[in-house]
């Protein structure tokens, strides 16, 4: 058994696309999932599965749009991405508080090219925001905040060309501590 943690993106956010977690739980479940646990309403889920991770998206991506009648992006790492992710952050030691701290995870690794243009971009716009794209995850310093940042899903979904979804550090974190229990 392998432990997932599995990353909706668009729900629960700012009272639209309402899901309640015992239905992504039900939902997990129905795919292949046990022992299930979810972490705050914006659909995060801890669980157990022997499927693949690229199964387990589309089974889940399958099941959340038959409960909500649209495509939910989903995004699935296991434990030891989820570590690594924590473990590579090039912004640890430099935040003032770890409420600037945010990790895009996006569902494929961009091509080099795309991830150096937006890299280079967001520095040439002499904004206070920095981002390191590293594999699969975009990590973001946002000392004002990610609610008075560009560099949203939707700006890395267009530029990178694959899904996305943003986490705080404390929710990262958290999630990492859910997958060792």
């Known amino acids: 058994m ?4 599995a990353m909706l993106r668009g729900v629960n956010v700012s009272g639209r696309n309402k899901l309640a977690m015992d239905d992504l739980r039900a939902v997990v479940t129905a795919a292949g999932g046990s022992e299930v646990r979810t972490y705050i309403q914006s659909g995060n889920a801890v669980f157990q599965s022997r499927g693949s991770a690229a199964a387990l998206v589309g089974l889940l991506e399958t099941g959340l749009e038959r409960l909500m009648g649209r495509a ?3 995004l699935v790492r296991t434990r030891q991405e989820l570590e690594a992710v924590v473990d590579t952050n090039p912004f640890g030691r430099r935040a003032a508080a770890p409420k600037a701290l945010y990790v895009t995870f996006m569902g494929a690794v961009p091509e080099a090219a795309a991830a150096a243009s937006v890299v280079e971009t967001v520095r040439g716009r002499g904004e206070a ?19 008075s940042t560009k560099l949203t899903n939707a700006f890395f979904e267009k530029r990178l060309g694959s899904s996305a979804t943003t986490r705080n550090w ?6 990492v501590e859910l997958t060792q229990t």
């Not at 392998?2 to 943690?5: D, P």
């Not at 404390?170 to 999630?175: E, G, I, P, S």
């Open 2 to 5: 392998t432990t997932y943690v």
């Open 72 to 74: 939910v992006p989903v």
């Open 129 to 147: 925001d920095e981002l390191e794209v590293i594999g699969r995850e975009v990590y973001l310093l946002c000392p004002n905040g990610y609610g």
């Open 170 to 175: 404390a929710t990262v974190t958290k999630l």
